[in-house]
Structure formats: structure tokens, C-alpha cells
């Protein structure tokens, strides 16, 4: 795991998006279904990049990004100033969020809410998290979402609910310090509903996961499906059948039966019903 760990890290620092294919890429890519061969390099995009991200953190506890194995803080900080804030990070910072149905979040005091097609963005200092703690809180991984959250086809258990990015810079920080005060009865996590996505989701430790309601109408040959990408997560399906009971292991099983790689975008898009299942 060392040597795995110290590969996405040099990915992530070094803000690339190609790396060299070898055996420790290989088996990273296996394990977590993640970047596209092109000749003798492997491709990724930026949702991908995250993914990895997030796959080192659930598998050694440091962020790849930030956290430094060796010097401390005092290392850290060094590695900040000099790559953490570029020019790209003027809003790294902030939640980015939206709310569905009756929900509010607080905002230094004063109740917010977003019109469909509009989202919030807010440093997290100025956010009431003893407030947020009260509402049903539903995690996405991408951030393309965000602006078609009313889209998303959510249980009526959850259709006042806070949206929120999970975040690509140093607001991942903030939502993890958010989850991490978050009721588990009310924390929900919208992944893409492939092996490597719901593998994530169990990484989380709590909450539920969101997935089709009808996911047993899905098959491999369904048009959104993606068969391809399924059959690189083989890794990551042994993990989730190895990890999952009840209803998310027959769900485990139908994907591994139908090929099934369901994206986010396309879920959404055919404004899919979604459910949500418990992960502990």
C-alpha cells in the first residue's frame, strides 16, 4: 500500500493528469476502476483525479493532496505555500451548496435558500453547523451536478435536504469536518452507481447511500449503461461483494451479472428515482 500511496500522492502534487503505466498504476487503476489507457500511459480525468484522492484517504488517512507521511506539519505548510493556493484556488475555499424543497441553511444568522438553477457559495466560518446538523445533508461526488440539483430525483424522505459538493480543494476539508459532526440518520452520499462508486460510499463509514430505486430494471443492456467501465473495477467489486449484506449486496451481484456502470450525470438526466440504503 506504501508504494501505492506515494504514487497518487506524486500525481496529485505534481498536477498531472498522465502517468507512465507500470504494475503499481495498474493495480491502482484495477482496485479503484479509475483512468484510461492511451498507449503506455494511463489517462485522468479530474473527476477521476478525486476519486483517487478519496480511495488513498479511506486506505491510509491522509489526504494525497496535503497530508505529508514524513516532517510533520511544519512539512505541510512548507508544501502549501507553494502549491497549495494557485491561481486556480481563489475560490477553493467555499461550500459550494443548494437547497431542495423547504430546507435553509444558515448564514451568519440569517436563513438562505436557492432558487433552482442557482447555487451557494460560502466560506465555511460564516455556515451554522449546529444548524446543519438539523437538516437531511446529501453529499455529491460531482460538482457538474450542482448547478441541475433540482434534477435529482430524491426519496421523499430526503426532499428537503441540504446539497452540498464534496469538494476538489481545500473545501474538501470543510465538508469532512461538517460530515464528521453530521447525524448518520441524516447524511446521505450520491456516488456513481458502478463498483468503485459504492466501494467509496462504504468507505465513508456512515450515512446512506443513494442508488436507483429501480436499479433491479437495469442490465447490461440498458443505454446509458457503461459495460467498459464496469470491467475495469473488477478489483473493486470483489471489495464491495466482500464488504456489503442486505440490499447492497444484491445490488453487488446485479452489477456484477449485468456489467452494470451507471454515471451520475446519466442518472439525473433521466431524472432516475433514487433510494436511499444505509451503510451501517
Not at 4 to 28: F, N
Not at 172 to 195: G, H, I
Request: aromatic share 6%; with cysteine.
Amino acid at each position: 500500500m506504501p508504494a501505492e500511496i506515494a504514487a497518487i500522492e506524486r500525481l496529485l502534487r505534481g498536477g498531472k493528469s498522465t502517468v507512465k503505466r507500470g504494475k503499481i498504476w495498474d493495480q491502482i487503476c484495477a482496485e479503484t476502476g479509475v483512468g484510461q489507457v492511451v498507449g503506455k500511459e494511463i489517462h485522468f480525468t479530474p473527476e477521476e483525479r478525486l476519486r483517487l484522492r478519496e480511495y488513498a484517504k479511506a486506505e491510509h488517512g491522509l489526504d494525497p493532496q496535503y497530508d505529508s507521511r514524513a516532517g510533520g506539519r511544519m512539512a505541510m505548510a512548507r508544501h502549501d505555500a507553494s502549491e497549495k493556493y494557485s491561481r486556480d484556488s481563489v475560490f477553493g475555499e467555499l461550500l459550494v451548496l443548494a437547497t431542495a424543497g423547504a430546507a435553509t441553511v444558515r448564514v451568519k444568522g440569517k436563513s438562505v435558500s436557492t432558487p433552482p438553477g442557482s447555487v451557494l457559495s460560502v466560506r465555511p466560518d460564516c455556515l451554522d453547523p449546529e444548524h446543519l446538523q438539523t437538516q437531511s445533508l446529501v453529499i455529491i461526488e460531482n460538482g457538474g451536478l450542482m448547478p441541475y440539483w433540482v434534477d435529482i430525483k430524491l426519496p421523499d424522505s430526503l426532499a428537503n435536504s441540504i446539497i452540498l459538493y464534496r469538494g476538489h480543494r481545500e473545501n474538501v476539508r470543510s465538508v469532512a469536518e461538517l460530515v464528521s459532526s453530521q447525524p448518520a440518520d441524516k447524511l446521505s452520499w450520491f456516488f456513481d452507481f458502478d463498483p468503485a462508486g459504492q466501494c467509496l460510499a462504504l468507505d465513508q463509514g456512515k450515512g446512506s447511500t443513494l442508488v436507483p430505486a429501480s436499479w433491479r430494471e437495469l442490465g447490461k443492456h440498458t443505454p446509458f449503461n457503461q459495460p467498459k467501465v464496469h470491467r475495469n473495477q473488477s478489483v473493486a467489486l470483489t471489495r464491495l461483494k466482500g464488504r456489503a449484506y442486505g440490499e447492497l449486496l444484491a445490488i453487488a451481484e446485479h452489477m456484477a451479472s449485468e456489467e452494470l456502470a451507471v454515471m451520475q450525470e446519466h442518472m439525473v438526466r433521466r431524472n432516475i428515482l433514487l433510494s436511499a440504503l444505509p451503510l451501517a
